[in-house]
Every structure is written in C-alpha cells, then in structure tokens.
C-alpha cells in the first residue's frame, strides 16, 4: 500500500508527540526505530520481517532488564515503530545504535534515534553510507546520482539476503535441536537415551548431542543449495545436496570418533532442508508442511529410483529391498515421509493436545513407528525375525495398553538389548516428526 508524503508528515509528527510523552514519563533515554525505506511503500511482509530481525537485536543487546518500556506497532501504513524507554546512559545507546546501522548492510536501513532525558536528539558522528555504491550518502542524495528503482531494487536486494540467512539460521537450529530432542527423549527400546546406550556399545547420549551441534552447518548449507537450485531439475539438486551430505558425514565421524550417529538424520534433514530452500519466500519461510513433504519427495523421487535399479546387497538398506521389497528410508522420503504423515505424527500431536509431555508422547509415537516401519537398523542387526519380532512386540505392547507404562517400555528396552536390537530407522523417524511439527507450528504463525 503506498502512502503519501502527507501521510508520512503527519506519522513523523504523531511519532515525535509519542516520544515527547514516554521521555516526560519516564524521565530516561529513549530509543525510537524504524526502517528507514525509499519510495512509497513503507511497509510490507519483507519489511516487517526485516524491522523483526532489528528488533531482536535491539533487545537482545540492550537487555530487558534496561528497558523500562516499550511501545512497538509493526502495521502502521507509514513504517513499522519500536521506541524504547531504556535505563542507560544516552551516549552509551547511541554508540550501539550507530553500530547496529553500520554492521552490515540491513543495518543501513534501520533508522535508531537515541533521544536523551532533555529530550534532545543525539547526533551521529559520522555521515552514513549509499547503500547502492557506499559512497557518502549526502553526495549521493543531493546529486540524485540514483534513480528511485535503482535504490528500492538494492534495498529489496539486501532485505531478502538477511531475512534468507535468518530463516536459514532459525530452521537449522531447529533442526540441531530435534536430533538431540529425539535422543533425549527416554526410555527408547534398544536406542542410546539419558537411561542407557541401548544396544550400542560405542555411543552415549553426549556423542550424539555433539553430532547434532555439528551438523547445524550442513543444514544451513542445504537451505541455501535449495534455494539456488530452485531453477533447476529436482535431479540436480539431489545431486547437489548429496555432495554437501557427502561433506556433512565427514564431519559427523570427525566429532564422534568415526561412530556413525547421524547417517540416516543426514539423508533425511538434508532433503527436508533443501526442500525448505526450493520453497522459500521472503513473505514465509514455510507455506504449508504438506507442499515441503511433497516438494521433499520430488527431490528424491527419480535418483532414489536410479539407486534402488542397481542394487547389489552390499547395504543393509539394499538387502532389506532385495528380500523384502521395502526401501526403507528411501521409501520414506520418496513418498513425502508417509509413515511420519499417517502415523507418527498424528500420534505425536493426539498425546500433545492431551497435555502429555513431549518426552513421553515422543515414547508412545517411537513405538507406533517400530510397529508400522520396515526398520533398517533392526533389519541390519536381526534380520527377518528380528524385525517381526520388534514390530510384534510393539504392536502387542500398544494394543494391551494404548499408554504403556513407563516400566513396561523399560522391559521391552531389555529384550532389545538382549536380542542386540536398536530401531535407529525409527528414531530417524521420530526426530524427522519432531521437526515436522515445529515446522508446521511455524508454517501457521507466517500464514
């Protein structure tokens, strides 16, 4: 919606009248913010989502406990608006807030006042830059040496880079954070938790929680390998993403000793990721988790298929195919992850909307995934039996009490064990719907 110059006279006086009010209330420093945007729209999805990213820096740096007050209004038609009533020195406020501008290039368009408790606005002691050529941005204006469409390209330009890289930032801790939600999540039969290791003699909790760490990169990386193959074949970006999953599973065994961790979390996060980068938009970073689960399935669609004609059993994931028709994980990504679709995650979200906790309806949905899933790691360590076995199990375990006790599942923990079993395909699995539905949580609060 563009506005007029009268409109935007009349906010800047509105604005000045407001600051002129919490000064005299307050009787503090006061720190007014808005973008600072060429042309005749002042507001937007894309700069509301950068005044956001401006925002929380403010905050972060200055610390709640100084701010006194805080008056914030992101739909105005002339701009969004913070100001602040901060208890801190004047001089100490404008020295940040010149940093802030000056640190990069989104920071040229935030426009931090720092008005002091006489109500004078403090000066900046240097001339800000051009955004297009970061010449001295007075020579630039007077001489009108850039066109109108010329600034708003670069300045659109240098919001969608930052508000990409936040999205990307934001999307590749949370998926950091489900990997270690997932082992965390206590008792899991035959798994490493904060119980036991499981079957596995060479992991502990703490090796997977520093493979997750690590592996915040890669998910970076994939967002942005998405995002740059978007004009690409979904082919092409498999390819690409595999070379950068390749990379990622080097640096996973260079933190856990050559344990392989995350293999399986590599091959399904990286796709998921890419997915989310082919899909993104400075308006949303998620439009719907259904169109990502199919736009992930379309990625691995074709090359998976390649890879399934050449089997030769030398995997686990090739012999499981080879005697029982079932692709495991590379069935589940192919079909958009439906055991996560038609089962976990229907699960998951019942026993949350239940008030359980996430650790305990994390327990419940795992063993609904060990009763539905062709699992490749059970497969790998007990073959056939070992996997009807495990399914059998849980199925029994599920159908005797819906909610299976806490002793009950810690039982079912020791026959894994026993039987040297570990559902590690299930686990990729449960991690893969923890992120889904905090993906979706997300996709609701864009749209």
Not at 13 to 34: D, G, M, N
Not at 55 to 60: E, F, I, R
Not at 237 to 257: D, H, N, P, Q, W
Not at 380 to 404: Q, S
Request: net charge neutral.
């Amino acid at each position: 919606m563009d506005v007029s110059l009268a409109e935007i006279l009349l906010a800047r006086e509105e604005r000045v009248k407001l600051q002129a009010e919490i000064s005299k209330r307050f009787q503090c420093p006061i720190i007014s913010f808005t973008m600072n945007i060429a042309g005749p729209q002042k507001n937007s999805p894309l700069i509301k989502r950068s005044f956001n990213i401006g925002l929380k820096h403010l905050c972060d740096t200055i610390g709640d406990d100084s701010i006194i007050f805080k008056c914030i209004e992101k739909d105005l038609p002339t701009g969004p608006l913070a100001i602040f009533a901060v208890k801190k020195s004047a001089s100490e406020l404008k020295r940040f807030c010149v940093e802030t501008e000056e640190k990069t290039a989104l920071g040229r368009l935030f426009d931090i006042d720092v008005i002091d408790e006489s109500f004078q606005k403090i000066s900046r002691d240097r001339e800000r830059s051009c955004i297009v050529c970061n010449a001295p941005g007075r020579a630039c204006a007077a001489g009108r040496l850039h066109s109108l469409h010329e600034i708003i390209d670069k300045m659109n330009s240098i919001m969608t880079a930052h508000v990409f890289e936040d999205d990307a930032n934001k999307i590749a801790d949370l998926a950091r954070q489900c990997l270690i939600q997932e082992v965390k999540t206590t008792p899991k039969p035959g798994l490493v938790d904060l119980r036991n290791n499981g079957s596995h003699t060479d992991m502990t909790a703490e090796i997977f929680e520093r493979s997750a760490n690590v592996l915040f990169d890669y998910f970076v990386e994939c967002i942005r390998v998405g995002r740059n193959t978007v004009q690409l074949s979904y082919k092409q970006a498999f390819l690409a993403l595999r070379k950068a999953g390749i990379k990622a599973e080097s640096c996973m065994y260079s933190v856990t000793g050559g344990i392989n961790t995350h293999k399986g979390a590599i091959f399904s996060f990286g796709l998921l990721c890419g997915a989310i980068g082919r899909l993104w938009t400075p308006e949303s970073p998620i439009s719907s988790t259904h169109e990502l689960l199919i736009e992930t399935a379309r990625i691995a669609q074709n090359a998976i298929e390649a890879d399934l004609m050449n089997v030769s059993g030398n995997t686990a994931g090739e012999r499981m195919y080879i005697e029982l028709g079932s692709m495991g994980i590379r069935g589940e990504v192919a079909s958009g992850f439906r055991s996560v679709q038609n089962v976990s995650l229907p699960v998951y979200r019942s026993f949350l909307d239940n008030r359980q906790s996430k650790n305990d309806a994390g327990v419940i949905t795992l063993l609904h995934l060990i009763a539905n899933v062709d699992d490749t790691a059970i497969y790998n360590r007990g073959g056939i039996d070992g996997l009807k076995f495990a399914k059998e199990y849980a199925k029994k375990l599920l159908e005797n009490k819906k909610i299976p006790t806490k002793d009950l599942i810690e039982e079912m923990d020791e026959m894994f064990i026993q039987k040297n079993l570990s559902a590690g395909g299930s686990a990729d699995l449960l991690a893969v719907t923890y992120f889904i539905y905090e993906i979706e949580k997300l996709s609701v609060a864009f749209n």
